[in-house]
């Protein structure tokens, strides 16, 4: 009684076990489309994170920078004790609480160019952020569709595979007949070597492609991600280019930006040549042993009130505050210069990633056309070497020639879809 309990447990604990794995399998990969992974990459990916913590960084320097010219309210207290002989002189002990009221009231333009300064900084990373978002989106668009290859190399060799061993075992049929010479038994095998390399190695990109994109959308383990496009339901279709749209690149925001900064910075500069004012009204109490009220020694507590109006000229520095202006504005000119010099180099890009996915289209129909003619070739070869008419080793070099043409065409398709997410982000329009 107790045995048949014991393997009812077992059995149980083996089901259970196998319905586990069953529930995990089937629940295991999430299949991703490119606009899903896209999105991933938006929320979770490290770089577009980090990018995002210092847009709200300097949302708070510009806060910061819009509160600079209020009046500050500062509190303070000390407590003392003295002994000998300074307690003859002072109160022995007391406790003095202090309140402050600090208002500057004309900086050279100081506060005001601060708070601009803060707002270009915002606008700055706002800029960044794009850019590593571009950058970012860029890179997971081309481990996807690398991705995408490796499955479709894999299911390439996996055909090869097939028709290899088919042919292997027709060749070797009839070598054993004594109707073929060994040497295209050993071609075949030769084949099938170089096709099991390949596909070891289009498995081994599969896995890299996983674990990068799996990086970039956010997610720890690559297993756990899948791809739904294939290069046959992919969109290839031509795009019509005629010129050059303007590029509404990030780069180009973060250098005029950067001039706007370095010309507040030049102002900053010049404001440090200018006098400074401010004024600053104090409280303060008193409280501790008979003496600590100057005007009446009778009396334990005190309480005065005073105010200070303090004045800043900048008189003689030997010239080093006008040096820095001229510096500023010897960077300002660099800045202007590297400005004109980007957006020549953007103008290039963008013509250079034009012809690129021109090109990619154009290769499509090429391998496309070489496919077909592969494929004919193939089938034309299996009938003639039926009839008796060419040789195994003929068979062989139009297998290889269609698989080569296969793979190329494969090859195609994944450079157009790199090339077109290159063109949108050389235009700003990687979203």
């Known amino acids: 009684m107790l045995q048949k309990r014991y393997k009812t447990v077992i059995k149980v604990f083996i089901c259970g076990f196998a319905l586990l794995q069953g529930t995990n399998n089937l629940f295991a990969q999430?299949?991703?489309?490119l606009a899903q992974s896209k999105e991933l990459a938006l929320k979770k990916n490290n770089r577009i994170g980090k990018a995002k913590e210092d847009v709200i960084a300097t949302q708070s320097d510009k806060l910061i920078a819009d509160v600079a010219g209020r009046p500050k309210l500062?509190?303070?207290?000390t407590a003392f004790y003295f002994g000998e002989p300074l307690n003859t002189m002072l109160p022995e002990y007391g406790f003095a609480p202090m309140v402050s009221v600090t208002q500057p009231i004309y900086t050279g333009g100081k506060i005001k160019y601060g708070k601009q300064m803060a707002e270009t900084n915002i606008q700055m990373s706002n800029a960044q952020q794009r850019l590593v978002e571009d950058e970012v989106l860029l890179a997971t668009e081309t481990a996807y569709w690398l991705m995408v290859q490796a499955k479709e190399e894999i299911k390439l060799e996996q055909q090869?595979?097939?028709?290899?061993a088919s042919h292997y075992t027709f060749l070797n049929n009839q070598f054993e007949a004594g109707l073929i010479y060994k040497n295209d038994v050993l071609r075949a095998k030769v084949l099938q070597n170089e096709n099991e390399a390949r596909l070891q190695a289009a498995e081994n990109k599969l896995i890299l492609a996983k674990r990068r994109l799996s990086q970039l959308i956010g997610m720890e383990d690559p297993t756990g991600i899948d791809i739904i496009d294939t290069l046959s339901t992919g969109d290839f279709s031509k795009q019509s280019i005629l010129e050059a749209p303007d590029a509404n690149r990030p780069e180009i925001e973060l250098a005029t930006n950067s001039i706007k900064m370095s010309e507040l910075t030049k102002s900053m500069l010049k404001a440090d040549q200018k006098p400074s004012v401010g004024l600053s009204l104090n409280g303060m109490a008193a409280f501790g042993?008979?003496?600590?009220?100057?005007?009446?020694?009778?009396k334990n507590h005190m309480l005065t009130y005073f105010g200070m109006l303090s004045v800043k000229i900048p008189v003689f520095d030997w010239g080093s505050r006008k040096e820095k202006v001229k510096q500023q504005e010897a960077n300002i000119r660099s800045a202007e210069y590297g400005l004109k010099e980007l957006k020549s180099q953007i103008t290039v890009e963008i013509e250079q990633a034009m012809l690129n996915l021109q090109l990619q289209a154009n290769n499509i129909d090429l391998m496309q056309a070489s496919l077909i003619e592969a494929d004919e070739n193939l089938k034309l070869s299996n009938d003639r070497f039926k009839a008796g008419t060419i040789t195994g080793e003929d068979v062989l070099r139009a297998e290889t020639l269609w698989q080569r043409a296969y793979s190329n065409m494969l090859d195609a398709k994944v450079l157009y879809k790199i090339a077109e997410a290159v063109y949108h982000k050389t235009i700003g329009q990687m979203k």
């Open 160 to 164: 090869v595979k097939k028709q290899l």
């Open 30 to 33: 999430q299949q991703l489309t």
């Open 74 to 77: 500062d509190a303070s207290a």
């Open 289 to 298: 042993k008979e003496g600590i009220n100057f005007g009446d020694p009778t």
